[in-house]
């Protein structure tokens, strides 16, 4: 299963690399510099949906205290960690040609800085806390605590005034993209979720050997 | 009211909290930028501002010697003239929105230490024959016409 994932994910992320050097056009304004955004937009969306089940399975696990929640959550803050990372760079690479600066502190982007801090502190918490089953339950709380910032980031561009540009894609509006461009972010969301999940796959199997080795 | 209720309750309490507080919090102090109109009803010389606006067409000079670049940031009701000592952004340009960091000086214009362009959701092929495009934006730069500097 996680195996044919993690060949899904690399068809997916070729195709998507086709479609975004390839098949899409580049950008009227920016240039090829807009290609970043077929790296850059997908990690953050990854990142919602890694920090989305982080949430779910912290509630899970608070609810029904069985372990397998708390190995999904750990597992889905770890790899959501990456791709907010992963997001942070891209974004600093595309801002510096296209906007002036690697970094500026307006909310967009604060606001993006403080999720990834907020789930590295929640990787260490767990790391931090000697009882185990403690630990999974301060870690839980912090998970769906952690949530909160979800919407703060992605809505950030529409309730303060900001450097960055408002949403294309999951506003209530249409999107003023062309079809092509649509077309290939849509691509490489799709394989960078399938990444996701074989990265989740895989991640799960290695924490339960650690446990098999712990016990 | 058994004990998960109570639970799902108190947590629901504190995440609507913490949500606000953050929510609030952020709306009254971080102002990122203000506008042309905000910076003229109460400039004070020598203060840090950012200031945020559109660049008025025809008022982008830039001498590519001495690095002198001067415009106007507007916001359609008032307007603040900006002067600079480097090299824009390759997305800035007129009609177009920029932030600008820098100081207010009591010599009546803004003297900007940091332009950034600020860049719109829009996503699009360029227009018409690529090749042709590219060979107007050569010209243009061999001119070194505002605009495209």
Same mark, same amino acid.
């Not at chain 1, 690399?10 to 086709?18: E, T």
């Not at chain 1, 029904?64 to 990372?85: C, M, P, Q």
């Given at each position: 299963m996680t195996?044919?994932?993690?060949?899904?994910?690399?068809?997916?992320?070729?195709?998507?690399?086709?479609?975004g050097f390839g098949y899409a056009p580049k950008d009227a304004v920016q240039g090829n510099v807009q290609r970043i955004m077929y790296v850059h937009v997908p990690s953050i969306l990854t990142a919602y949906a890694a920090f989305g089940l982080v949430l779910v399975a912290s509630l899970g696990y608070l609810f029904?205290?069985?372990?397998?929640?708390?190995?999904?959550?750990?597992?889905?803050?770890?790899?959501?960690?990456?791709?907010?990372?992963?997001?942070?760079?891209?974004?600093?690479?595309?801002?510096?040609?296209?906007?002036g600066t690697w970094w500026t502190w307006d909310a967009r982007l604060t606001s993006t800085a403080i999720l990834f801090l907020v789930y590295v502190g929640y990787l260490l918490l767990r790391g931090m806390v000697e009882d185990?089953?403690?630990?999974?339950?301060?870690?839980?709380?912090?998970?769906?605590?952690?949530?909160?910032?979800?919407?703060?980031?992605?809505?950030?561009v529409l309730w303060w005034r900001t450097l960055h540009q408002p949403?294309?894609?999951?506003?209530?509006?249409?999107?003023?993209?062309?079809?092509?461009?649509?077309?290939?972010?849509?691509?490489?969301?799709?394989?960078?979720?399938?990444?996701?999940?074989?990265f989740l796959g895989k991640r799960l199997a290695l924490r339960r050997l650690e446990e098999e080795i712990r016990a | 009211m058994n004990r998960r209720g109570k639970f799902l309750l108190g947590g629901g309490v504190i995440v609507a909290a913490l949500a606000y507080m953050i929510y609030a919090g952020v709306s009254q102090s971080v102002v990122y930028f203000v506008t042309p109109s905000e910076l003229r009803a109460q400039p004070v010389a020598g203060k840090a501002y950012r200031l945020g606006g559109?660049?008025?067409p025809g008022s982008l000079k830039w001498e590519p010697r001495s690095l002198d670049l001067s415009f106007t940031l507007s916001d359609g009701k008032a307007a603040v003239p900006v002067r600079h000592k480097g090299t824009p952004p390759d997305l800035f340009a007129e009609g177009r929105?920029?932030?600008?960091?820098?100081?207010?000086? #009591?010599?009546?214009?803004? /003297?900007?230490? $940091?332009?950034?362009? +600020?860049?719109?959701?829009?996503?699009?092929?360029?227009?018409?024959?690529? #090749?042709?495009?590219?060979? /107007?934006?050569? $010209?243009?730069?061999? +001119?070194?016409?505002?605009?495209?500097?």
């Open positions: 195996r044919w994932l993690g060949w899904l994910a690399a068809l997916g992320l070729l195709a998507g690399l086709a479609m029904t205290r069985r372990a397998g929640w708390d190995r999904l959550a750990h597992a889905a803050g770890e790899i959501g960690v990456v791709f907010t990372g992963l997001t942070l760079v891209s974004g600093s690479i595309w801002g510096k040609p296209t906007w185990l089953e403690r630990g999974a339950r301060y870690a839980a709380v912090v998970g769906i605590l952690g949530a909160v910032n979800i919407p703060i980031v992605h809505f950030s949403p294309t894609i999951l506003t209530p509006e249409k999107a003023p993209i062309s079809s092509a461009i649509a077309l290939a972010l849509m691509v490489n969301w799709i394989a960078f979720t399938l990444l996701f999940a074989y | 559109m660049v008025q929105g920029a932030v600008v960091e820098g100081t207010w000086t #009591s010599d009546g214009y803004f /003297k900007a230490s $940091l332009i950034m362009a +600020k860049h719109s959701e829009e996503y699009k092929a360029p227009q018409g024959a690529e #090749s042709q495009a590219g060979y /107007k934006e050569l $010209l243009r730069t061999l +001119k070194g016409q505002p605009g495209n500097p």
